[in-house]
T-cell receptor, first 113, second 113 residues
Framework: KAGVTQTPRYLIKTRGQQVTLSCSPISGHRSVSWYQQTPGQGLQFLFE???????NKGNFPGRFSGRQFSNSRSEMNVSTLELGDSALYLCASSLAPSSYEQYFGPGTRLTVT | TQLLEQSPQFLSIQEGENLTVYCNSS?????LQWYRQEPGEGPVLLVTVVTGGEVKKLKRLTFQFGDARKDSSLHITAAQPGDTGLYLC?????????????FGTGTSLTVIP
């Protein structure tokens, strides 16, 4: 069974731009969660989607948004990028919301200059 | 401040030594997970513990969930270079507003051959 895939793997953007990251969950998994990982703050929860609905949201500004499609694929968008948005963005999929077992993708490394 | 504090933050040991990583919080968790993350990859789930006082063994790794479900430990016996990586604990908190995983600050382990 194929794992979680994230595209692109690496991205360089400049301040003020916006970016869209994509995540394809494991086949059959309907829940997708997004996390931001930085050396200073560690792994922090962004939001979770299930059946195209956002079920939970972490403590991030409104510049961070996401959506999920009918095939469970998910995208997250960051508008008006800031230097502090540079991070590894991880997507995790699971069968159900807040399932005990979530499987992470390799992440997208975003660098904002 | 992080909800889950891990110690030590960094650990460098010789092959064959034993080690213990701690994950502590003042919050109660429905379940607690341990992950290992290697450079350039997403975290990989090692174990999930659910019951207070629960102990799980996976080959040379022993995981324990505190009786009050606020803390956990990971013990590795006879460490090998393949154990090198970032170890993360993650606690699940369930609430009326939604369930959410909170990740620890991480322990970077280096096992020297």
């Amino acid at each position: 069974k194929a794992g979680v895939t994230q595209t692109p793997r690496y991205l360089i953007k400049t301040r003020g731009q916006q970016v869209t990251l994509s995540c394809s969950p494991i086949s059959g998994h309907r829940s997708v969660s997004w996390y931001q990982q930085t050396p200073g703050q560690g792994l922090q929860f962004l939001f979770e989607y299930f059946s195209e609905t956002q079920r939970n949201k972490g403590n991030f500004p409104g510049r961070f948004s996401g959506r999920q499609f009918s095939n469970s694929r998910s995208e997250m968008n960051v508008s008006t990028l800031e230097l502090g948005d540079s991070a590894l963005y991880l997507c995790a999929s699971s069968l159900a919301p807040s399932s005990y077992e979530q499987y992470f993708g390799p992440g997208t490394r975003l660098t904002v200059t | 401040t992080q909800l889950l504090e891990q110690s030590p933050q960094f650990l460098s040991i010789q092959e064959g030594e034993n080690l213990t990583v701690y994950c502590n919080s003042s919050s109660v968790f429905s379940s607690l997970q341990w992950y290992r993350q290697e450079p350039g990859e997403g975290p990989v789930l090692l174990v999930t513990v659910v019951t207070g006082g629960e102990v799980k063994k996976l080959k040379r790794l022993t995981f324990q969930f505190g009786d009050a479900r606020k803390d956990s430990s990971l013990h590795i016996t006879a460490a090998q270079p393949g154990d090198t990586g970032l170890y993360l604990c993650a606690g699940l908190i369930t609430s009326n507003t939604g369930n959410q995983f909170y990740f620890g600050t991480g322990t970077s382990l280096t096992v020297i051959p």
